[in-house]
């Protein structure tokens, strides 16, 4: 299994970006996906999870409202939109996906947003 996350950059308060992580080795639309984030001196934790369909996502509260994950099937690819993003966004994000038993993380990118 391969996660190889992208999109990451910088942004000023206020903007948006767009990530993406194209998976391979793994049946893509018969797996949950989801993001997780760990931004300076902190432990990792989850941002959103996205069923195998789609139709069931969950957000962290933080990021209710400003943050939107989805997948394309078809692509083997899951996105998270980040719009009005805050400096306590910054942090490197990570793609995971638990695939028989097994957690899988990408590389990760890096979102550093300033005020």
């Known amino acids: 299994v391969q996660l190889v996350e992208s999109g990451g950059g910088l942004a000023q308060a206020g903007d948006s970006l767009k990530l993406s992580c194209a998976a391979s080795?793994?049946?893509?639309?018969?797996?949950?996906m989801g993001w997780f984030r760990q931004g300076p001196g902190k432990q990792r934790d989850f941002v959103a999870t996205i069923s195998k369909t789609g139709r069931y996502t969950k957000y962290v509260d933080s990021v209710k409202g400003r943050f939107t994950i989805s997948r394309d099937n078809a692509l083997n690819t899951v996105y998270l939109q980040m719009n009005s993003l805050k400096p306590e966004d910054t942090a490197v994000y990570y793609c995971n996906v638990q695939y028989w038993n097994r957690h899988y993380w990408g590389q990760g990118t890096q979102v550093t947003v300033s005020s």
């Open positions: 080795g793994l049946t893509f639309s018969g797996v949950a």
